[in-house]
């Protein structure tokens, strides 16, 4: 690659082997050093030589060597030797001051700034006339007394900053906020015009605590917000019951109670819901086989037994039978009888 912007010099053009030996003189290793990449035409006598850059970190940079001749001279000489960046290098951020380039929160503990005097942000304040009436009104009365006050461009600058930053009314906390922080009541109003547009948030529970936020900011612990009860994800007690507890209650007098003034032909007649094939195979009361009941034999009140050889046993006045012992009045029913046959009739006795 050659670019004119002269005549070509043929003796400038020539001397590559030349450059390279200067390029490596001035590179850390030779090998830095890389292809020849072409030659610039810089005036009349005077040519500059590109060398590709092989160092580590330094992608797209080219040694350039300028070589120049004396007039009708045939003997190259080396001008210099550096370093240039090309079209694709890798280059640092352009250049700024530091008034440009530090940003919120980048002072550090012990940081200090140095004094802007031209300060757009800031204004003449009150100074001092020497009348100590006037001087004491201005500091105690009206709050003056610094040296330099807040312009009104540096009050728009922090309104702009403060009412889109994070805390004003786009943020995501403060679109989902069901009331504004104008209506909280841990909102501290501010003094001076920033007040209809600021406050200072003074609830520990929120995020925005000690912040500047705009009015018509929001959060999820305004003063006034509650939340909508929910089920619990845990199930439902059983229902308690005292089992010692125990009400005693006699259907059969309440039903009596109930019934006391109702004619008979009033009750409705309940039909037998069983089947006739299995109502026939029932056996009624009075068709039950009859149930013998033996009465043991009460203790005599006479005499004590005798009892003969022969095993058998006699009370006086009275003659054993065959295997029966007779007793006085069997013959004849008594209350003891009655009682078994209601015992026997009634299947709940």
Known sequence: MVTKKSAKDAVLEAAVDLARGAAEDIAENPSDVGEHLGSVVEGERLVSHLFACAAPGYRGWRWTVTLARVPRGRVATVCEVELLPGDDAILASTWLPWSERLRPGDLGPGDVLPLIADDDRLEQGYEATGDADADAMAVFELGLGRERVLSPHGRALAAERWYTGSHGPTTPGAVAASAPCSTCGFLVLMAGSLRTEFG?????????????????????????????????????????????????????????????????????????????????????????????????EAAPSGPAEAVEGDGSRSTDGVEPTDGVDSIDGAGEPTDQDDVLDAVVNDPEK
């Open 200 to 296: 200072v948030c003074a609830n520990e529970w929120s995020d925005d605590d000690g912040r500047v936020v705009s009015m018509d900011h929001g959060c999820g612990a305004h003063s006034q917000t509650d939340v909508e009860p929910q089920s619990s994800d845990w199930p439902a007690p059983g229902t308690l019951s005292d089992d010692l507890d125990i009400e005693l209650v006699n259907l059969l007098a309440e039903h009596h109670e109930a019934t006391r003034d109702v004619a008979v032909d009033d009750f409705p007649v309940v039909e037998d819901p069983t089947p006739p094939d299995v109502r026939s195979a029932v056996i009624p009361v009075e068709a039950a086989p009859y149930v013998e009941v033996v009465v043991p």
